[in-house]
DNA sequence: ATGCCATGCTCCGCATGA
């Protein structure tokens, strides 16, 4: 049984408390992570080292930044999205992990990325086309992962609300960036590549969200987005047990606006 | 209609976020 969660921690500098807490507690096997806000060199390696795990960072000062943190062997494939070699946000990086498998030696091979897709808005700027423009660039690549037929997980930060059924309020976000027809569109596209929504695979019910906005009181009125996602390959999908999104880290004081969003592969 | 809150940096006002 192996437990991969994903987590926008928007800074692991000024949350590296809250986030130490919850890797204690939920004992996740791999977390991606986004929004790291730090170069490598600022990232708290030791403090996350001493609680099991290895590290793959593709970092950057002030904005953006993701990580793999991963408790069995972890190699880093990629740290940029491939299709634009202009594109210097650091929003993508993908690891291979070697996952024990029963008594032996033998080992079964995990490809997980961590994603941090651009908001988007304004839509009517062009941070909107820089969004779609990497939508686009993302299902080429997760296209590409397919044919290699292996377990899988793009698990990120993916700043669209799939459905109005993924939003407090679908008629007042109709025309933001993480819920224009345009987005949802593209995140579609992935699904009907092959790729599964961890959560919507085994829930159906109503407020499943993983972000809730800092201002005008959104967690305490649990006016909330569901924005992070696991997506599984069908190899993936064939191994998945359970999913959920673990709401404590939300609560606690000077939290990230995000919680973490998780799936069990009994891999 | 706008700000609300929070992050980091050209660090006390700004850009960015969702």
């Known amino acids: 049984m192996i437990r991969i969660a994903s987590w926008n921690v928007n800074s692991i500098k000024a949350h ?8 204690r507690s939920a004992k996740p096997d791999v977390v991606l992570m986004q929004e790291i806000k730090t170069t490598e060199d600022g ?15 593709a970092g950057q000062k002030t904005y953006n930044g993701v990580a793999i943190l991963s408790k069995h062997p972890l190699t880093t494939e990629r740290v940029a999205l491939p299709g634009d070699e202009t594109d210097s946000h650091a ?21 997980v990325a961590s994603i941090y897709l651009p908001n988007g808005n304004p ?12 939508m686009d660039r993302l299902h080429a690549h997760a296209a590409g992962l397919l044919r290699l037929e292996e377990v899988t997980v793009l698990g990120g930060d993916y700043n669209v609300a799939p459905t109005d059924a993924d939003v407090y ?18 995140l579609r ?5 092959g ?7 085994l829930h159906a019910e109503p407020r499943l969200y993983t972000f809730w906005d800092y201002q005008a009181g959104c967690w305490q009125r649990d006016e909330g987005l569901r924005i ?19 709401r404590e880290p939300r609560g606690k004081d000077k939290p990230s606006d995000h919680t973490p969003v998780w799936c069990e592969l009994d891999a």
């Not at 590296?16 to 890797?23: A, H, K, Q, S």
């Not at 790729?195 to 695979?201: E, L, M």
């Not at 992070?228 to 673990?246: C, E, R, V």
């Open 195 to 201: 790729y599964v929504d961890a959560i919507r695979a």
């Open 189 to 193: 596209a992935l699904l009907y590549l």
């Open 228 to 246: 992070d996602h696991l997506l599984l390959s069908p190899q993936a999908t064939d191994l998945l047990i359970a999913s959920g999104i673990d």
């Open 43 to 57: 990232f708290p390696r030791l403090e996350v080292e001493d609680l099991g795990y290895n590290i793959a960072i």
């Open 91 to 111: 929003r993508y990086i993908e690891g291979i992990i070697e996952v024990p498998s029963g008594g032996t030696s033998a080992h079964r091979v995990l490809r």
């Open 16 to 23: 590296i408390g809250n986030v130490l807490g919850w890797l």
């Open 123 to 134: 839509a009517n700027s062009d941070k909107f086309p820089y969004k779609l423009a990497w």
């Open 169 to 186: 309020d679908p008629e007042g976000w109709r025309g933001d960036a993480l819920c224009r027809p345009e987005s949802r569109q593209r």
